[in-house]
């Protein structure tokens, strides 16, 4: 996996000073700021989702059952959460800390 060098604080500074930036050319950034904070809220909402689907078959709940909560069919059911919620049971997986979404790999 390629790794990028991480710039020191003064490196970063030198870099900034050195651009010549016309600030004309500037562009507001909220509609960026605000995809980035949708993803998180999104996040934080698939790992809800995920909790609550363990919950539910840790509570004997069918995979029928679930998917009619979720309004999609019981394989798509089983298809996007039975890896995880089988994990998040037996402790097998985690969470990609490499990844800037919700991801879940497999523990050795």
């Known amino acids: 996996m390629p790794t990028t060098k991480q710039m020191t604080d003064e490196e970063l500074a030198d870099r900034i000073e050195q651009t010549d930036v016309d600030p004309a050319q ?7 700021r605000a995809i980035t904070s949708a993803l998180i809220v999104s996040d934080a909402a698939e ?7 363990a ?3 840790a509570a004997d709940l069918s995979w029928t059952e679930i998917a009619m909560m979720l309004g999609v069919s019981r394989q798509a059911a089983r298809q996007r959460f039975g890896d995880a919620v089988t994990g998040r049971q037996t402790g097998r ?7 800037p979404r919700v991801r ?3 523990l050795p």
Do not use: H, K, Q
Not at 26 to 32: G, K, N
Not at 93 to 99: A, G, K, Y
């Open 26 to 32: 500037w562009r507001d950034a909220s509609p960026l």
């Open 47 to 53: 790992r809800n989702l995920i909790d609550a689907v």
């Open 104 to 106: 879940l790999r497999r």
């Open 93 to 99: 997986l985690v969470e990609d800390p490499d990844s």
């Open 55 to 57: 919950t539910a078959r």
